[in-house]
């Protein structure tokens, strides 16, 4: 039995699978980054809303409708909308105050073009805008 030509054939194959896992990256990671860069507007849309709204709770629920809104423009499903998650609420709104909102998101783990979708992972986008020290509150 000849060992000739195994070189080749070895060749080829440790350089697909190499390759393989590399390939799929490239694919899969600019889905991530435009997963993130949606949930990151999303949230600095609604704290645009909250920080420059009339401090009602009415402002509170049209900015999480809106986070929403903004994330369903790219086909996502926003699964939490946290306003100020520290205090709970951002009411009562004061002057000098930092809006703060988290936006999750579900995605596909693995989206591959031609192929499909697999699995599930959550991505986090976080923003902070700050209540105008000048305004007029009531």
């Given at each position: 039995m000849s060992?000739?030509?195994g070189a080749t054939v070895e060749l080829a194959a440790g350089i697909g699978l190499l390759l393989l896992p590399l390939a799929v990256a490239v694919l899969v990671?600019?889905?991530w980054v435009s997963a993130r860069t949606t949930a990151v507007a999303a949230a600095q849309a609604a704290g645009r809303i909250v920080a420059t709204g009339p401090g009602?709770?009415?402002s509170e629920a049209s900015a999480r409708a809106h986070a929403v809104e903004v994330a369903s423009t790219r086909a996502y499903d926003v699964v939490h909308v946290r306003l100020c998650p520290d205090a709970g609420s951002c009411l009562p709104l004061?002057?000098?105050r930092r809006v703060v909102v988290e936006v999750e998101i579900l995605v596909p783990a693995v989206d591959l073009p031609g192929?499909?979708?697999f699995g599930a992972r959550w991505v986090r986008g976080r923003a902070t805008t700050p209540v105008d020290p000048?305004?007029?509150l009531p």
């Open positions: 060992d000739r030509g990671a600019p889905a009602t709770a009415e004061t002057r000098d192929v499909g979708s000048y305004r007029s």
